[in-house]
Structure formats: structure tokens, C-alpha cells
């Protein structure tokens, strides 16, 4: 087959606009982690629902134990996933001014997770859907969706067999 003057120019734009297009995706800077806290540090995962303690972890010299609404050990790779969270990508991020505070429905988080001190507040799902508001050190944070829902796993979920 024999490309014509036309044609020639054609697959040329095309192949340079491939070429700019992966080049920039090289490029991107991956999105900053959701929080600085080091998820080897933490010594206990609390979560709560509507301001109700649902799971508690607790960190001792075995590993993880399962602390709330019954005492069992963990499994640590279930652990770890939570953990996880503290490092997950934060897709955008704004100041938590109240009014944006209300219309991501941080002002009433339904689910919750405390790492030691550190509390992350899940909101509203966003538009299109996906991802989720989430409220950390002082920040509105948009995260995928996946997370809300881990954090909603029940405690048998974590328990060790």
C-alpha cells in the first residue's frame, strides 16, 4: 500500500499527537498522599458510623489484634489495606472553608476513621461518581470511592482465621 502526499501528512499529525500525548502522561506528577502520616507508626485504627464505634484495632507486639465489637487477632494484609488510606492519592484537594464543608456533607460524616490521632471524615459522594469527599489534617480531599467503601467492611472482614 502507498501512502499519498494526504495521507503521509495525516499519519504524521497522528503519530506526533500519540507522541505528545504519551510524553505528557510521562510526565504528570502522580497525585500528592492524602495525609504525612507514616502508616508504620500508627498504633490504632478506630472506625466509627454515624458516630458509633464500629471496629477498633489495636497494634501490639504480635501484630494487629481486633479490639471492638469483639477481641480476635487480624489479619495483617486486611490491616494493611486500611493503612493504605493514610497514602491513597488525593485526587483534588481545597481548604475546608464551612461552606464547603457543608456541601461535601463533612459537616455530618457518616463513617470516620481515626489513625492515632489522626481523623479522616468521609462526605458525599461526588459527580460524576467514583470518589468521595474526605475531610483530613484541615483539608477537603476528593478520593476514590473504593476507600468509603473498605471502611465500611465489616469487623469479620479482619479477623484472623
Not at 119 to 138: I, N
Request: positive net charge; glycine residues 8%; proline residues 9%.
Amino acid at each position: 500500500m502507498r501512502l499519498h502526499g494526504i495521507d503521509r501528512l495525516v499519519l504524521g499529525l497522528v503519530l506526533l499527537a500519540l507522541a505528545l500525548f504519551a510524553a505528557r502522561r510521562l510526565e504528570a506528577p502522580p497525585d500528592p498522599p492524602l495525609t504525612r502520616l507514616d502508616p508504620q507508626r500508627v498504633q490504632e485504627i478506630r472506625v466509627l458510623q454515624d458516630g458509633h464505634l464500629r471496629l477498633a484495632l489495636l497494634r501490639d507486639a504480635g501484630g494487629w489484634m481486633l479490639t471492638h465489637p469483639r477481641i480476635r487477632r487480624a489479619r495483617p494484609a486486611r490491616v494493611a489495606s486500611l493503612l493504605a488510606l493514610l497514602r491513597a492519592p488525593s485526587r483534588a484537594r481545597w481548604p475546608a472553608d464551612p461552606a464547603l464543608r457543608r456541601q461535601a456533607g463533612l459537616d455530618r460524616p457518616g463513617r470516620e476513621l481515626r489513625f492515632d490521632g489522626l481523623s479522616l471524615r468521609f462526605g458525599r459522594e461526588s459527580t460524576p461518581p467514583g470518589r468521595r469527599y474526605l475531610e483530613a489534617e484541615g483539608r477537603i480531599h476528593l478520593v476514590d470511592a473504593f476507600w468509603y467503601d473498605l471502611a465500611g467492611l465489616p469487623a469479620s472482614h479482619f479477623e484472623a482465621p
